[in-house]
């Protein structure tokens, strides 16, 4: 009797974490390079009580992971020369004070000493394992589809694009920073547009309407709460009332 | 509920982003206005079932966790240093920086701001000034008795005199570079200083190496382009209605909860 209310309990929790998710897909529909994410559910199967038991196994509902769409988010002109956006696979490589991390998000800077640098002033690396840094009197900085980096005084270094074998299993930590003990690979055909930014990959049409549905879900998951505890009252006052 | 901060966090930086746009509309026909866009970030994860870990003791390890993200934050709100239009006033005092550098304006405190808005003017003693009549460095003195004023591309400034067949040469103007453009702090009025993460100013002659161009008659618009602007604010303002809705849907799902007893 009480397992009815415990199923129900395991599908309203995850309608909860799921509901997380999509309020997170939501919140960040505008970050750069975000990339929407959605729950994977399993049917966790009670075993029964013993062999010869007429009891059926019992479903509960777990999330056992969560699945990243690693679909391009579209392509956003902003017209700044260290703005790159990144067609296709691959990650740029940035040094952290906690080792290296990586982001598909392509808005650069220069810091106070010229050096090439992510929004939070983490350096860039090129392909060479370096960071690139320039002066004052190097003109516009131009960087090649390749990302190979011109400016007035030549070649400067190639910004390094790189992947893994699961990118399911990269760590996001925030700061649109991701980590992973995989080993990288560079990316075969590495391809880069200046100028422009990835946006989001979030389709607030298929979030909204999966919304709407873990709504009436949790509704319908409540309703069969309402059922067994209804069950259970009336159990209380019908047997109690026999004495 | 998880789900209400998190659309809270997502209301936030939408409210954000509509602040930097209209500002940029605001600031569409001002003189030497680099537009602004704001750049967000998620922020932290909850590691419900770490990624990576090991699901048995014979080495298989879970493919992909469950992490929930908590929402959304401003990375930054970053400058777009492109060139703006050049508008023909001319204004003989007016002058435009094509390509990098800034003017170098002298405040009343004594210290610097530097600017790309050049629509100059002279002061009662005859300086170059800034139209809040600050003086422009290196501090350049027109005659009163000048009858026409001549800046070339590289800076020098020439005032033709009742009487002298060639024109004389009364002062070169200056720019100042920075390494990070993005790191200088706005002040309003046009005006930036220098801070950090900006780096120091270096200092040279317009046309210069590292350095543009004066064009006189001419002044800098801003760089604002209002279709890109208004696409801007309408995603936005989208945005923010979907993360309102998540909060109406969360708040649906609790009462859900609150009416079970």
Do not use: C, W
Request: proline share 4%.
């Amino acid at each position: 009797m009480e397992n009815a209310l415990l199923i129900g309990l395991s599908r309203q929790s995850a309608m909860m974490r799921q509901m997380s998710t999509i309020a997170n897909n939501l919140a960040n529909m505008n970050t750069t390079a975000y990339k929407s994410q959605s729950m994977l559910f399993d049917e966790y199967l009670m075993p029964v009580a013993s062999e010869n038991s007429p009891d059926k196994t019992l479903s509960f509902v777990q999330d056992y992971g969560q699945v990243r769409n690693l679909a391009d988010g579209e392509m956003q002109t902003t017209g700044n020369p260290l703005d790159i956006a990144i067609a296709g696979e691959g990650m740029l490589k940035v040094q952290t004070p906690t080792g290296d991390q990586y982001t598909r998000n392509g808005h650069l800077q220069l810091d106070d000493t010229g050096q090439l640098v992510t929004s939070n002033g983490y350096p860039v690396m090129t392909t060479a394992g370096t960071t690139l840094s320039f002066t004052n009197d190097e003109g516009q900085i131009t960087i090649a589809s390749d990302g190979t980096v011109t400016t007035d005084k030549g070649q400067r270094g190639k910004i390094a694009l790189v992947t893994f074998p699961n990118l399911q299993a990269m760590k996001a930590g925030g700061d649109n920073l991701y980590t992973t003990t995989q080993t990288e690979t560079p990316v075969a055909a590495p391809r880069m547009i200046q100028g422009s930014i990835e946006g989001s990959n979030v389709k607030s049409i298929v979030e909204m309407t999966n919304m709407i549905d873990v709504q009436r879900n949790y509704e319908s998951a409540s309703k069969l709460v309402d059922a067994a505890d209804n069950m259970r009252r009336q159990a209380i006052s019908q047997i109690g009332g026999t004495q | 509920m998880q789900s209400l901060s998190i659309a809270a966090t997502g209301m936030m930086a939408q409210q954000l982003n509509v602040e930097v746009i209209s500002n940029n509309i605001a600031n569409m026909s001002t003189t030497g206005f680099k537009r602004q866009r704001a750049e967000f970030q998620d922020l932290l994860y909850q590691n419900l079932r770490r990624v990576g870990t090991n699901s048995s003791d014979s080495g298989t390890i879970v493919p992909s966790g469950v992490q929930i993200g908590l929402g959304v934050k401003t990375g930054s709100v970053y400058r777009i240093m492109t060139q703006g239009d050049m508008n023909n006033t001319g204004g003989k005092l007016d002058m435009a920086v094509q390509g990098r550098g800034y003017f170098r304006i002298q405040m009343p405190s004594g210290t610097d701001a530097y600017t790309r808005a050049g629509n100059f003017q002279r002061s009662p003693t005859g300086q170059i000034v800034t139209s809040d009549g600050y003086t422009v460095a290196p501090g350049i003195t027109i005659p009163p008795e000048a009858t026409d004023i001549t800046i070339s591309q590289d800076g020098q400034v020439q005032a033709t005199i009742p009487g002298q067949t060639a024109p004389q040469i009364v002062g070169q103007l200056e720019l100042s570079n920075f390494q990070n453009e993005g790191g200088l702090d706005p002040q309003g009025d046009n005006l930036f200083i220098e801070t950090a993460a900006s780096g120091a100013p270096t200092t040279g002659a317009p046309a210069s190496t590292g350095f543009g161009t004066l064009q006189q008659g001419f002044l800098e618009t801003s760089n604002v382009n209002a279709v890109t602007e208004i696409s801007d604010l309408i995603t936005a303002q989208r945005a923010y209605e979907m993360n309102a809705k998540v909060i109406t849907a969360s708040d649906e799902m609790m009462s859900v909860t609150s009416n079970l007893k």
